[in-house]
């Protein structure tokens, strides 16, 4: 990360709206936690160019009540603010998020007075869910949830950590019903202390500046560190402190705005869901563990950020898999020069190449397609398609791939069962179609263009009234 | 397969899914509305398709 030291979420949002004061907007009137925080959310991702990050500084909880705490939405529906978290850019953050997390920076643990989260410790009665200005999101949602919230646990094997965003259902005040789905580590590490006839110890952190949490949720091998990735996109070692209630060997970050601690009652399974989910389908109901909590810590004043799941706030999820994909295909295309995952599709991802061969795009495809982490369709461009440019894409996929010969379908591969489309059973098809022009000798059609000098010399301001024209 | 199934909440009436390879064969086991917060089994829901295991 190229710039100041890290901190917290705090600091990064001061730093930010020094650098951005138009884009983040402190909201002072009462605003419901049951979909109106949503609502705000998701209209200023549809209607501003670039939605500005959101806090609530008066949230009427579900409860009833007003919460102490500011709630903060939109954190990562901006790009460009997420680049800038760890000094990246728009079109290279993917990769570069890649790169950081791969420098694998071992975390350092500090003194529980050193902690901010440690500034208010909250254990048996006091530890109340409630208190948590959970929202509600989506209509079937049954009630509030941590959107937000790194679930954590350790293999009991190797002691190595485990945290993935993973939703929890803030059921009442001591249960927090969780959803790690069965193909995860968090997962498998829960099973790996019932199978010892042990309650799992997990816990929650929520809120923590961009850079770490873009670390923290990285797809990786089993079992590795998060705290590691953490420390690679902060470029120092990311501060941990023990657990209150869970042992000094489980350990939180300790500039985390909140720690939610508590055990998973083993063998025993609740309802949970349904849920609006990242596919922006209702997940359905499951049978899935829960928290008896046992602690909640908290800086003072601390600030709750909640993610719109399946919007562009949700893009944390998918800035993982750009680099992945990137590293794998580099490996038999090395003339590849970026991937995108465009905000709206969950599962799709551009790639641009300079293609110096026919077979470089199919190479490609089966690179992309062969990774474990969700990517279902790939469209693979040439380096003159701008493929950060939706109308670019669409042109390019429109008039430069006959999908009798360029389009690749591939059945039965790794499918998340969150995506409706897929027929069960964790399988699904996976497609790529070959967007490029071929290679010489062989002849295309020239793209129409203006000619460039022309381009660089005209100024439309020079043309546009002050204030006219459309800003969207 | 269908990954889902639509069951009707006994109290309010009202239609919402659940996640039929945890469901399927166990009509006992337990849902909950997400609009009343009622519990009820599967099999109270009036599953759509059924719960049957070869569905």
């Not at chain 1, 209209?43 to 500084?57: D, G, M, N, S, T």
């Not at chain 2, 309010?12 to 390879?21: A, G, I, K, L, M």
């Amino acid at each position: 990360m190229k710039g100041a030291k890290v901190q917290g979420l705090q600091e990064f949002l001061t730093t930010y709206e020094e650098a951005y004061p138009n884009m983040v907007v402190h909201v002072h009137q009462e605003v419901d936690a049951r979909y109106d925080a949503a609502a705000i959310a998701l209209k200023a991702q549809k209607e501003l160019r670039e939605a500005p990050v959101f806090i609530l500084h008066k949230l009427r909880t579900i409860t009833g009540k007003i919460s102490p705490f500011p709630v903060v939405l939109n954190l990562f529906a901006s790009r460009q603010r997420s680049a800038f978290a760890v000094g990246s850019t728009f079109e290279t953050l993917g990769c570069d998020l890649y790169e950081m997390r791969s420098k694998r920076i071992k975390p350092v643990v500090v003194n529980r007075s050193e902690a901010s989260v440690k500034q208010v410790v909250k254990t048996g009665d006091s530890a109340n869910l409630e208190e948590i200005p959970g929202l509600v999101h989506a209509a079937w949602d049954p009630g509030p949830y941590v959107s937000a919230g790194y679930l954590t646990t350790y293999d009991p094997d190797t002691g190595i950590d485990n945290c993935a965003l993973q939703r929890g259902w803030l059921y009442d005040k001591k249960e927090l019903r969780i959803f790690p789905n069965r193909a995860s580590h968090n997962r498998w590490n829960i099973n790996k202390w019932e199978e010892r006839g042990e309650n799992a110890k997990v816990a929650y952190w929520a809120g923590h500046h961009p850079a770490v949490c873009m670390g923290a949720e990285a797809k990786m091998g089993y079992p590795l560190s998060h705290w590691d990735a953490a420390g690679g996109c902060i470029d120092e070692p990311l501060r941990l402190v023990p657990s209150e209630t869970l042992g000094d060997d489980f350990l939180v970050p300790a500039d985390a705005e909140f720690v939610i601690e508590g055990v998973v009652p083993k063998g025993k399974l609740k309802p949970e869901g349904p849920f609006g989910e990242y596919t922006r389908y209702f997940g359905a109901q499951r049978l899935n563990p829960y928290m008896e909590v046992t602690c909640i810590s908290h800086r003072k004043n601390a600030h709750w950020v909640s993610i719109l799941t399946g919007y562009a706030d949700d893009q944390i999820g998918a800035l993982r898999r750009e680099g992945s994909v990137f590293s794998a295909v580099q490996r038999v295309v090395p003339q590849i020069k970026h991937v995108y995952r465009p905000m709206p599709a969950p599962h799709h991802m551009y790639i641009q190449i300079r293609k110096t061969h026919d077979s470089q795009p199919r190479m490609a495809i089966m690179a992309a397609l062969s990774l474990p982490d969700g990517v279902k369709h790939v469209f693979v461009f040439d380096e003159d398609v701008d493929i950060f440019d939706e109308q670019e894409v669409q042109w390019a996929i429109d008039t430069r791939s006959d999908w009798a010969k360029d389009l690749i379908v591939v059945p039965n591969l790794h499918a998340s069962n969150l995506d409706p489309s897929t027929t069960g059973g964790g399988l699904g098809t996976r497609a790529g179609i070959d967007c490029t022009i071929p290679c010489p000798p062989a002849v295309y059609e020239q793209r129409s263009f203006i000619p460039q000098e022309v381009m660089d010399r005209i100024k439309l301001a020079d043309y546009l009234p002050n204030g006219k024209g459309n800003n969207r | 397969m269908d990954k889902v199934s639509y069951v009707t909440c006994p109290g309010c009436s009202r239609d919402f899914y659940v996640e039929r390879s945890e469901y399927a064969g166990h009509p006992e086991a337990p849902c909950q509305c997400p609009f009343c917060l009622r519990e009820f089994t599967a099999g109270e829901g009036n599953p759509r398709p059924p719960l049957t295991v070869n569905q």
